[in-house]
């Protein structure tokens, strides 16, 4: 017969190895916060955040992490790089989320992951933004044309050669995507400054 204890640790590394394992979250499996420091101990976790805890050897998982940024900070909207890899329009591999927050509102704080915090108000803010469920957690991303727009509207954080990456693939891919890239080139108020990339790209 197996132990509760063998049961209980067998359960924490299994929740660990889907990415980043918060104390909080313990209860609902029946685990005891000590569980955390003993695994810690062992060197099997380390706490990389207040109450926040991954496996040691764990592979960076980008999807588990944006669901972990989203879970604790879930007014923040997925945007730029790390958006841009969600929708598979760019080659680079952020080294940080990247969320859109409005103007007024106060920042996530947390050591770990590394974030980027970019700011709108208005319909620069609100438009384009769909919902994903990731591992059955909603995480709000800018959409395609969304992101598009935002890189050239950041372009001085993401880099115009990031920017003209992100169009190509996504005029290449998205054949009727047109009218939606428009839009949030109008709505992000930098459909002067696209226009010649997009002429110059179909």
């Known amino acids: ?3 509760p204890q063998t049961t209980k640790a067998d359960t924490l590394l299994r929740l660990a190895r889907r990415g980043p394992v918060r104390s909080r979250d313990l209860s609902a499996h029946g685990i005891p916060r000590s569980y955390l420091a003993r ?4 060197g099997i976790l380390e706490q990389v955040d ?5 496996l040691v050897d764990a592979p ?19 945007c730029l790089l790390s958006a841009l890899q969600l929708h598979n329009l760019t080659t680079e591999t952020p080294h940080a989320v990247w ?8 920042p996530p704080s947390f050591s770990y992951p590394k974030l980027v ?3 709108a108000t208005g319909i620069a803010l609100d438009h384009g933004v769909e919902v994903r469920r990731i591992d059955g957690t909603p995480v709000r991303v800018t959409t395609p044309a969304k992101t ?4 050239f509207r950041f372009r001085r954080h993401v880099g115009l050669d990031v920017a003209l990456e992100a169009l190509r693939d996504y005029l290449r891919r998205e054949r009727n995507g047109m009218d939606a890239l428009v839009a949030a080139a109008r709505a992000d108020r930098v459909y002067s400054v696209m226009r010649p990339y997009i002429e110059a790209t179909i």
């Open 1 to 3: 017969m197996t132990k």
């Open 99 to 106: 969320l859109l927050i409005d103007a007024h509102a106060r």
């Open 117 to 119: 915090i970019i700011r």
């Open 60 to 78: 960076m998982n980008e999807q588990a992490t944006l669901v972990d940024v989203c879970k604790r900070a879930p007014g923040a909207i997925v």
């Open 148 to 151: 598009v727009a935002d890189c």
């Open 50 to 54: 207040r109450g926040l805890y991954r």
């Open 39 to 42: 695994f810690v101990q062992r």
